[in-house]
């Protein structure tokens, strides 16, 4: 996964073909904290699709955008700055829309921009209404971004209350700047990537992520990130149906091992394991998601098509708390999991977690600002790429389960302040 050093995005990561990306550093585009009233700059019809009318609406600010027919408000949603393609209620004639955009919610008229769109007809008309999963009380939020999405995180434009570390959030280091705010140290999460300790033995590995925990500010390091180099070896043959025991010298084996090994109790609360936090790429997760089987290895010949992941679970089960990186792609814009990942993928990965010894309680979900919406047969409660995102990962007991954890923010963009949203909306 890209790292991000201040404002620079180090590398890419594990893109979703399973391939580790170069690393590579490259500026990342900088949103303008554009102040008072919003301005539509376009609103542009699209063709009804998928039961939906389509909206393309341009904004200078981040805002918050209602859209009403005959005076009944259809839509509400936070769109950020620049162009967000917005899905409506399919209406069964034509009709006109107000589109109105305020910087904060219970904005009074004069701070707040209207405009109509005329909506085709688009069929039988379709209910649009999202349901929440509530957080649980200690949910927590890893903040793996460039500073000006970070800021409109933690202090958004619109004077709504942001993250700050007693609210859950966690800043990946290195940046700038932490939270932005006074004394923020103990949200600051040291890194350490998997090329650090690639061809390391269990004990070095442990070695490295014990001195990196003491040398972070909050004593927190995340490990960044488990891709298919830490599966288990491809077995040769399969034994009274069942895989071989992998090789305890693999590099899967080997962190699994360290982090056991890591699991006494630690100077600064918990155990020294429970104080690593464990980044997923796209690729694990996505292929534990198409596996059959007991093991989820098998394609749909019933032939062995992917690598399974046992050993080093059993290193997982025992971080403080495992990150699952809910995109694919090496560069920006980012694109969400597909729909049918977003349907499979929490429960393949908490299953496989779980027989590991694992804690459920401990998965998370790092949701990215992706300009496009997920590919695959849009449910009716999709709205906006970031609240479909949402409502995707709520669409299971699985991905419920991980929201009411706390949900962490990878390159959200122009889409920092309607994460933000979809954040506050599920706060215990």
Not at 8 to 14: F, R, S, Y
Not at 40 to 59: D, F, M, Q, Y
Not at 241 to 252: C, E, F, Q, V
Not at 409 to 428: C, I, S
Request: contains cysteine; proline residues 7%.
């Amino acid at each position: 996964m890209p790292g991000l050093d201040g404002d620079v995005p180090a590398d890419d990561g594990e893109g979703a073909d399973g391939a580790t990306g170069a690393r590579r550093s490259a500026r990342g585009a900088a949103s303008a904290r554009t102040t008072g009233v919003p301005r539509i700059s376009a609103l542009v019809p699209g063709s009804p699709r998928g039961g939906a009318a389509r909206v393309s609406v341009e904004l200078n600010r981040p805002a918050e955008v209602t859209f009403a027919i005959g005076g009944a408000t259809i839509a509400r949603a936070w769109l950020g700055t620049g162009r967000t393609e917005v899905r409506l209620p399919a209406q069964p004639r034509a009709q006109r829309a107000l589109v109105t955009a305020r910087p904060h919610a219970g904005a009074a008229a004069g701070e707040a921009v209207s405009a109509t769109v005329s909506l085709p007809a688009g069929g039988r008309k379709a209910s649009m209404a999202v349901g929440t999963t509530r957080m649980r009380a200690g949910a927590t939020a890893v903040l793996y971004d460039m500073d000006d999405a970070v800021r409109e995180v933690v202090q958004p434009l619109d004077g709504a209350a942001g993250l700050t570390h007693a609210r859950g959030a966690l800043r990946q280091e290195p940046s700038t700047s932490g939270l932005f705010a006074a004394n923020d140290d103990d949200a600051r999460m040291g890194k350490v990537t998997e090329e650090d300790l690639r061809g390391l033995t269990a004990q070095e590995i442990a070695d490295v992520l014990r001195e990196e925990i003491a040398a972070s500010d909050s004593h927190l390091v995340a490990f960044d990130e488990v891709t298919s180099y830490e599966a288990d070896p491809r077995s040769p043959l399969v034994r009274n149906g069942r895989i071989p025991a992998p090789d305890p010298t693999s590099p899967g084996a080997q962190l699994a091992q360290a982090l056991i090994s890591l699991d006494t109790p630690s100077p600064y609360g918990g155990t020294w394991a429970s104080r690593v936090h464990v980044y997923i790429a796209p690729a694990v997760t996505s292929a534990m998601a198409a596996g059959r089987g007991p093991d989820r290895n098998l394609g749909r010949d019933g032939k062995a098509r992917f690598r399974t992941y046992r050993t080093v679970m059993t290193g997982l089960a025992r971080a403080g708390a495992v990150w699952i990186e809910a995109y694919h792609g090496r560069t920006s814009p980012l694109t969400s999991l597909t729909v049918t990942e977003w349907r499979t993928a929490p429960a393949a990965f908490t299953a496989e977690y779980r027989r590991a010894g694992g804690d459920p309680s401990k998965l998370h979900l790092l949701i990215t600002g992706a300009d496009a919406y997920p590919a695959g047969a849009l449910p009716p409660s999709c709205i906006t790429p970031m609240q479909c995102q949402w409502s995707l990962a709520g669409s299971t007991a699985a991905g419920r389960a991980m929201l009411a954890n706390g949900v962490g923010a990878y390159r959200l963009g122009a889409h920092a302040r309607a994460w933000l949203a979809e954040w506050q909306q599920r706060m215990p």
